[in-house]
Structure formats: C-alpha cells, structure tokens
C-alpha cells in the first residue's frame, strides 16, 4: 500500500482536516463522564458487573437514537492486539488505562472516529468528541447529543445535588473535561512559556506539555483543560476555557511576530535546518522528530516554507508514535530500529509534498 | 532493574496506575516513557501536573484528625458497595454512585476545595433528572407566589398555589 492510500485508511479526521486558529489550536476535545445507576464503579467490578455494562452500552448504541447521530463500530477491548489497542491510544481514541482493560473494557467508535465512547474506563461511559481547531461548543454540542440518545436506553447515576456521579470526585458533576492541544513555539522560543503557564494555572486551569514532562514540552505543544466539574454548566466551563485559550493565541501571535522582526535570521536557520534533518536524516527518535516537526510547521505557518502541507506536524506526531510505525511497517520493531523505520517515514511523508524553501 | 518495555536499558521511569481496582507498576526506561507518550508520562513521579497525586494529598489533609465537622459521626463504610472511607483516601476513587450518599458529611469540605461549589448546576439527564427538574420548577413556583403575594396579585398567587399543590402530590408519589 501506498502511504498516501495508508494516510487515507488510517487517519482519524482530526488529524486531516484543519479549523479555527489552527495554525495554533490542533484540536478540541470534550468528554464525559458517566455512570450506570446501581452497578458498581469499573474499580469494584466483578466479571458480571462489567458484562451487564457493556451489554447495557452496546444495546444502547444500537438504537435508533444513536444511529442518528453517526454509525458506530462497538469493539470490546479483548478482540484487538495489543498493537490496535496501542494504535487507538497514539490516535487519541481511547485511553491508556481502557487499553490495559483486556477483560472489562470496550469501545464503540464512530466511523470518522470523531466520537469514540469508552466503556469500563475508570466511569462505566466517557464519551469523548475529537475536532480540528477550536470547536469546543461543537464538540460539546456533538458529545451532549449522543449522551442524549444513549440515554433514551439507559438510566444514568444522577444525584440531584453532586449531578452525575463519578468513580473519582474531581469529575463529579457535569463530568466534563474539555480540552484543547495547542502549539506554542513563539512563547516557547521567546523564553515567555513558563510564566504563561504558571498564569493559566492560577485561573483554575490546567496545563501540561503533551510529549515529555512539564514545560519541558517536546514539540512546543501543550494541553490546557479544566479543573473544576462542579458547581459550574458546561458553557460556563467551556466559556472561560476558550477565553482563556483565546488570550493565549494572542500572546502566541504576537511572540511569532516579534521572533520575525527581531530574530529573522536566526529563525530561518532553525525552520530550515529543522526541513533539511526531517528530508535526509537516517535515524531519528521520537524526541527529536516533535521538535523539528514544530519547527517546520513554524516555518510553513510564518511563510518560511512553502508547498509543504500544514497538517504534517499534526499527522506524523501521531504517525511516528512506535505503534503506528509498527502498524505501518506490519512488524515488530526494536526502539533502535524504530529510530531508522521513523526517518524513513518521515522522508517518504515530505516527498509527498512538493516544497520550495523560500 | 530493567526496563519493561525493551528490556535492553536501565529502567528510571516508575510509574504507579491502579486498573480495574488493582495497583499496577510499570518500570520503564526514560526513552520508552518518552516514547509511551503524552498519556504515560504525566503519572511520573515529580510532575507538578500530576492531577491524582494533588487529590490525594488533599484527601490525606482531609483524614487527617480535626478536619470532620464537630458533632457529625460520619459513616465509616458504604452499605452499598463496602467501600471504607479509609479506601477511598488511599486510592482517590469511591466504590459504587451511592458512596457518594454514605459519605456526604465528609465530602463537602473536600469538594469546597477542588471544586468551585458543593451544588450541580449543569446538565440535567432526561430520564433521571426529571423529578430533579420538577423540585427545581416547585422551588421557582413558591418564590413567584410570595412575590405575586407582596406586590398583591392575588389571583396570581392563587392560581400559583394551585400548581405547588399539583406539584406536590406528583413528587411525593
Ligand atoms: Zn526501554
Ligand atoms: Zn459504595
């Protein structure tokens, strides 16, 4: 298979298509935390208790009412390798905790893999809606409805006080955790970062680098959510995070342009020699990879690189991830060789697009 | 000790999960957990980030002797599922909805300090939260009637009586 024919098949959509500020926003990510009244929590789960669960779900995504919002695939956790269980996590679609659920867990996935609803996680349902840019109300919206017709079939653990109860009592409430993954290079290069993120942490918000530790964030890129479930509604929650989130592409803006006034040179060194690794190095490790895959996106979004498509950043970080390569390659691979099978990838990507360096 | 990934480098990455009830550690090497990616990593120890490590530290400050509210006897196990509270602090998570009844004295303080208030406000559910919705109506019947009363619409207030009366009965069926 071709990789543009294996780009088609093995891409979720959030990781093709664009949207709103993504030149900084990668995506936006709503889930939902819900429970079954009068089964345990996943913790406390017997054999039975988890089948009742997933017989319960997987009736329930059969309906009707959830047929209208999108055809689903239901998938218990059992039936996939543990390379495909590895594979859905690198994409995002489900957690790593459900892929260690050999036993218990399961997930239903849209065909898009715009919505995937992972059953006996640490909540009996987290439903979860995955978009392009910044789209959390239509995430919301997305991730309501389903909840809405899966609920038609199943009766939730609500209280009328704490609302939907939850395993852990920092998701009770609404249950939500809307999220967005953002790319900050120009706050990153200009040395600002860290009193950005201490900033956004102060307001109840929280951050953290995506790949590697801290602010110690591989790639530039960063995930800011909320903390807070209870107490507030869900447009409240997801109002002040995009204000939030709306501050900081203002403060990411005027980094980059600041970097292209004062520091050119030294910025089209970084974006172009970062080019030239990605297009001829023989080995490359995951770390190394994000960086330069940062920079290159920097450059195509300043003008520095032209004919090179900007979902790249977006695309190989998945793509580059051991399982996926493995997926790719339909072989196991050792960390060193995935370092050569990695490079080559990454070449065999670039050649697909037809680049001129400016 | 090596790491469990390769099985080839020094494992320097100890990462503690609990799944499907049980504690689980994985020991890695930095380059494995790196390349285990976003998920894996913000268990590690050390990170400031790390959510479940602020929970428990805020939940052991909260067993800690003094904190109950004075002259309330807290239940120290859920009927339901069994769970102790001394469980849950350990391990951050309640056993089954109703724990969530069984130790409701004890949660209030804590829930004042991760969350912003003690009360939903959100989402209702359809089904589950209809009786939910109709206390809520009959709460904003019975303030509309004593301000129908004190600015003196009369036939106002009476027609809203007669919906609180209708109300009522539904609820204490
Ligand atoms: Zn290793
Ligand atoms: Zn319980």
């Given amino acids: ?358 | 000790m090596l790491c469990q990934k390769c099985h080839e480098r020094q494992a320097n990455v100890h990462v503690n999960k609990i799944v499907g009830g049980k504690m689980s550690a994985t020991h890695l090497c930095e380059q494995c957990a790196k390349e285990n990616g976003d998920f894996l990593t913000q268990f590690a120890a050390g990170n400031p980030f790390d959510f479940n490590h602020l929970l428990s530290g805020l939940l052991n400050m909260e067993s800690s002797p003094g904190v109950s509210p004075p002259g309330v006897v807290a239940p120290a196990q859920c009927s339901t599922c069994g769970m102790t509270y001394g469980q849950f602090t350990k391990i951050g998570r309640f056993g089954c909805p109703d724990c969530y009844d069984h130790f409701a004295v004890r949660l209030d303080p804590l829930l004042r300090r991760i969350q912003s208030s003690t009360t939903h406000t959100g989402k209702v559910p359809a089904k589950s939260g209809e009786r939910v919705k109709q206390r809520k109506t009959l709460e904003q019947f019975r303030r509309e009637m004593q301000e129908a009363i004190a600015s003196e619409q009369f036939e106002r207030a009476a027609e809203l009586r007669d919906k609180i009366r209708e109300l009522e009965t539904q609820l204490s069926e």
Wanted: charged share 25%.
């Fill in chain 1, 1 to 358: 298979m071709s990789l543009s024919d294996f780009l088609q098949r093995a891409t979720s959509r959030w990781m093709k298509d664009g949207g709103p500020e993504d030149d900084i926003i990668l995506t936006s990510r709503i889930r939902i935390a819900r429970n079954l009244q009068g089964l345990p929590f996943p913790i406390l789960q017997t054999d039975t208790h988890a089948d009742e669960v997933i017989r319960a779900v997987q009736e329930a995504v059969a309906a009707e009412a959830v047929a209208k919002v999108g055809k689903f695939e239901f998938i218990r956790c059992a039936s996939l390798s543990p390379l495909d269980r590895q594979v859905f996590v690198e994409k995002h679609l489900i957690s790593p905790d459900l892929a260690e659920a050999e036993k218990h867990g399961a997930i239903a996935l849209r065909d898009d893999e715009a919505i995937s609803i992972m059953v006996n996680e640490e909540d009996h349902l987290r439903i979860q809606c995955i978009m392009p840019g910044l789209r959390l109300e239509d995430a919301w919206h997305l991730a309501s409805a389903v909840d809405d017709a899966l609920e038609q079939s199943l009766l939730y653990a609500f209280h009328e006080k704490f609302g939907y109860l939850t395993a852990c009592p920092t998701n009770v409430g609404t249950g939500i955790r809307a999220s967005v993954m953002m790319h900050l290079p120009g706050l990153v290069l200009s040395g600002n970062i860290q009193r950005m993120l201490t900033a956004v942490s102060h307001v109840g918000l929280a951050v953290r680098g995506m790949y590697g530790e801290g602010t110690e964030s591989n790639g530039s890129l960063f995930q800011v959510s909320n903390q807070v479930t209870l107490g507030e509604t869900e447009e409240e929650i997801i109002g002040n995070l995009s204000s939030v989130v709306h501050q900081l592409i203002d403060h990411e803006r005027a980094a980059r342009k600041a970097l292209l006034q004062e520091n050119r040179e030294a910025l089209e060194d970084r974006v172009c020699r970062s080019f030239g690794i990605l297009a001829y190095a023989r080995r490359m490790d995951s770390r190394e990879t994000l960086q330069r895959l940062s920079d290159v996106r920097l450059g195509i979004d300043l003008g520095i690189l032209k004919g090179v498509s900007s979902g790249i950043l977006k695309e190989l970080m998945v793509m580059t991830q051991p399982a996926f390569l493995q997926k790719y390659f339909h072989e196991e691979l050792a960390p060193g060789e995935r370092d050569i099978r990695r490079a080559m990838l990454v070449r065999e990507r670039l050649r697909l697009d037809d680049t001129e360096v400016r």
